[in-house]
């Protein structure tokens, strides 16, 4: 009889247990269904929720990208956080499957809650807080999503599919603008003040350049770079207006900060060289210069190169590195330029006379500078002359230069013949040896036959 009952009592206590094993199994399973996705307010508190942490009441639920309807935030769950939950859950039955079931409902009457479905797998919950936010009932708000949600499965025809992205996406665009309409009119506002006020900095930083410079390529680089500068700062501001994240910007300029260095290398070269020229001045527009294997006159100086025009007519663009690396020969940095000229007379003729008349052409020559007054050396002791220096003062420019060279070189030659001195030629002395006997003979019937 005890056997019995220990028997009987042994048999309870397996039931008990087992009972209480599928009844925690029961209420995990439940749970687990509720936390999948997300956790339902109580009853005490489905009514006063709190606003969200990132300012996010409600949160688009999203078929193959197109917006289907929005769900709201419950207590311990953003709807930020709840839509990206049900978006993953959707993104995965459309991955694995080309054709998607029937959405149904299964309402959860006792614990004011209704479940969306595709082939028994749980999509989203809808809850009492979801109701009353609507102002429906859950059972009607639950098939309500339920066929928005078979509409949006159900894939259209190419050309349809086409025409609503395309609609969506202007809609999308439209509603963007409106959103963005007072940050769009602040930003144009700011470009507008922008172009008025860098119009007016660059005509003020010109005015004040002509009255303290005098040099037109300076004045062009001050009212360049006031322009620019204050383009620079209108952009900033128009930018910040509209909310451009300044500091996400710079990270992306340092990182291709590099490359574009790289990249553009010879070009901002040529800049930085044209900026430089600029500021030092070693010529200006209408100088007459010598660069490398060019000479001529700057007709205009950029800052990506300079335009030099030649003696014969030729136009030369030469990038500004390349002219802050030459030797630059300005010619008429100075208004007078010396020029010379070589004259050769006679070993007997004298020299003191020479100079005389020479002297008395340089002063009736008009274009000849008396200060620095004109002298006159003896150069050298050649094989048949005595070379004299002539060194004077003329134009710097390069038409009168040659004009008085042309007209005082003339003037001596004149002057000198006129005055009786020689200017004789070189003078060869031919020495032959060992003449040839047979030569000797020509010329000497040469000569007899002359006779």
């Given at each position: 009889?005890?056997?019995?009952?220990d028997?009987?009592?042994?048999?309870?206590?397996?039931?008990?247990?087992?009972?209480?094993?599928?009844?925690?199994?029961?209420?995990?399973?439940?749970?687990?269904?509720?936390?999948?996705?997300?956790?339902?307010?109580?009853?005490?508190?489905?009514?006063?929720?709190?606003?969200?942490?990132?300012?996010?009441?409600?949160?688009?639920?999203?078929?193959?990208?197109?917006?289907?309807?929005?769900?709201g935030?419950?207590?311990?769950?953003?709807?930020?956080e709840?839509?990206?939950?049900?978006?993953?859950?959707?993104?995965?039955?459309?991955?694995?499957?080309?054709?998607?079931?029937?959405?149904?409902?299964?309402?959860?009457?006792?614990?004011?809650?209704?479940?969306?479905?595709?082939?028994?797998?749980?999509?989203?919950?809808?809850?009492?807080q979801?109701?009353?936010?609507?102002?429906?009932?859950?059972?009607?708000?639950?098939?309500?999503?339920?066929?928005?949600?078979?509409?949006?499965?159900?894939?259209?025809?190419?050309?349809?599919?086409?025409?609503?992205?395309?609609?969506?996406?202007?809609?999308?665009?439209?509603?963007?603008?409106?959103?963005?309409?007072?940050s769009?009119?602040?930003?144009?506002?700011?470009?507008?003040?922008?172009?008025?006020?860098?119009?007016?900095?660059?005509y003020?930083?010109?005015?004040?350049?002509?009255?303290?410079?005098?040099?037109?390529?300076?004045?062009?680089?001050?009212?360049?770079?006031?322009?620019?500068?204050?383009?620079?700062?209108?952009?900033?501001?128009?930018?910040?207006?509209?909310?451009?994240?300044?500091?996400?910007?710079?990270?992306?300029?340092?990182?291709?900060?590099?490359?574009?260095?790289?990249?553009?290398?010879?070009?901002?070269?040529?800049?930085?060289?044209?900026?430089?020229?600029?500021?030092?001045?070693?010529?200006?527009?209408?100088?007459?210069?010598?660069i490398?294997?060019?000479?001529?006159?700057?007709?205009?100086?950029?800052?990506?190169?300079?335009?030099?025009?030649?003696y014969?007519?030729?136009?030369?663009?030469?990038?500004?590195q390349e002219?802050?690396?030459?030797?630059?020969?300005?010619?008429?940095?100075?208004?007078?330029?010396?020029?010379?000229?070589i004259?050769?007379?006679?070993?007997?003729?004298?020299?003191?006379?020479?100079?005389?008349?020479?002297?008395?052409?340089?002063?009736?020559?008009?274009?000849?500078?008396?200060?620095?007054?004109?002298?006159?050396?003896?150069?050298?002791?050649?094989?048949?002359?005595?070379?004299?220096?002539?060194?004077?003062?003329?134009?710097?420019?390069r038409g009168?230069?040659?004009?008085?060279?042309?007209?005082?070189?003339?003037?001596?030659?004149?002057?000198?013949?006129?005055?009786?001195?020689?200017?004789?030629?070189?003078?060869?002395?031919?020495?032959?040896?060992?003449?040839?006997?047979?030569?000797?003979?020509?010329?000497?019937?040469?000569?007899?036959?002359?006779?």
């Amino acid at each position: 009889m005890k056997n019995l009952l220990d028997r009987l009592r042994l048999s309870n206590s397996r039931w008990l247990s087992l009972a209480l094993v599928a009844t925690g199994f029961f209420c995990i399973s439940t749970t687990s269904v509720l936390t999948q996705e997300e956790i339902l307010p109580t009853e005490s508190n489905s009514r006063s929720i709190s606003a969200p942490s990132d300012g996010i009441y409600f949160a688009d639920i999203l078929v193959r990208g197109k917006p289907v309807f929005q769900v709201g935030s419950l207590a311990q769950v953003s709807a930020r956080e709840r839509a990206k939950i049900i978006n993953r859950r959707i993104a995965s039955i459309l991955t694995q499957s080309e054709t998607v079931g029937e959405v149904t409902v299964k309402l959860d009457s006792p614990r004011k809650i209704a479940t969306l479905q595709i082939n028994n797998r749980i999509i989203m919950t809808v809850t009492q807080q979801d109701a009353e936010d609507l102002s429906l009932d859950i059972e009607a708000l639950a098939q309500k999503w339920a066929n928005q949600l078979n509409r949006a499965f159900d894939k259209p025809p190419l050309a349809l599919d086409v025409g609503q992205r395309l609609s969506e996406t202007v809609r999308q665009m439209l509603k963007d603008t409106v959103n963005n309409l007072p940050s769009l009119l602040g930003a144009l506002v700011i470009v507008g003040i922008t172009w008025g006020t860098a119009q007016g900095v660059r005509y003020a930083a010109f005015s004040w350049a002509q009255q303290t410079e005098g040099d037109s390529s300076t004045e062009i680089l001050i009212g360049r770079l006031s322009y620019g500068g204050i383009w620079v700062l209108g952009s900033i501001i128009a930018l910040g207006v509209l909310g451009l994240d300044f500091g996400a910007l710079l990270g992306a300029l340092g990182l291709t900060s590099v490359a574009i260095g790289f990249s553009l290398k010879d070009v901002l070269s040529n800049y930085i060289s044209g900026v430089i020229l600029l500021a030092a001045r070693p010529f200006r527009i209408n100088d007459q210069v010598s660069i490398g294997e060019y000479e001529g006159t700057i007709a205009q100086i950029q800052l990506r190169a300079t335009t030099m025009k030649t003696y014969d007519g030729r136009l030369v663009y030469i990038p500004n590195q390349e002219v802050f690396q030459a030797s630059i020969i300005n010619n008429t940095a100075s208004p007078r330029r010396r020029s010379s000229v070589i004259v050769g007379i006679d070993y007997a003729e004298e020299i003191d006379k020479a100079k005389q008349v020479i002297y008395q052409i340089l002063d009736k020559i008009e274009k000849v500078e008396k200060n620095p007054a004109p002298d006159i050396l003896v150069r050298e002791l050649a094989a048949s002359t005595v070379n004299l220096e002539i060194r004077f003062w003329v134009d710097s420019r390069r038409g009168g230069f040659l004009a008085a060279t042309s007209e005082l070189t003339q003037a001596i030659k004149e002057a000198l013949e006129e005055a009786n001195i020689e200017m004789p030629t070189d003078i060869y002395t031919l020495i032959f040896r060992n003449f040839p006997s047979q030569v000797e003979l020509k010329t000497n019937n040469v000569s007899s036959h002359n006779h």
